[in-house]
């Protein structure tokens, strides 16, 4: 299983990017996959994640600005941040579970400057 996160970048603070997660090796259609964020020293904190049946779930914090998403087809997840703020500089990882094991991507840094 492997999950390959891109999209991070500099973005000024008010401020759109969206991420991508391509999955492979799983049957990405039946995964749940979600997204991460770390900033150094601190937990790595959850943000928000999509359902197989399509269904989403967003930490209190990024709900109205981020939007998660997934293609199927492509078998990609993509996290559309908008009204994006300084505190949302961190690595995003995204994540699925697969016969009880957690896969990680390698992470995206994304860095919002004010």
């Known amino acids: 299983v492997q999950l390959q996160a891109s999209g991070g970048g500099l973005v000024q603070a008010g401020g759109s990017l969206r991420l991508s997660c391509a999955a492979s090796?799983?049957?990405?259609?039946?995964?749940?996959i979600g997204w991460y964020r770390q900033v150094p020293g601190n937990q790595r904190e959850w943000v928000a994640t999509?359902?197989?049946?399509?269904?989403?779930d967003y930490a209190d914090s990024m709900k109205g600005r981020f939007t998660i998403y997934r293609d199927n087809a492509k078998n990609t997840v993509y996290l559309q941040m908008n009204s994006l703020k300084p505190e949302d500089t961190a690595a995003y990882y995204c994540?699925?579970?697969?016969?009880?094991?957690?896969?990680w991507g390698q992470g995206t840094l994304v860095t919002v400057s004010s």
């Open positions: 994540k699925t579970t697969s016969w009880g094991h957690a896969y």
């Open positions: 090796g799983i049957t990405f259609s039946a995964n749940a």
């Open positions: 999509i359902n197989k049946d399509g269904s989403t």
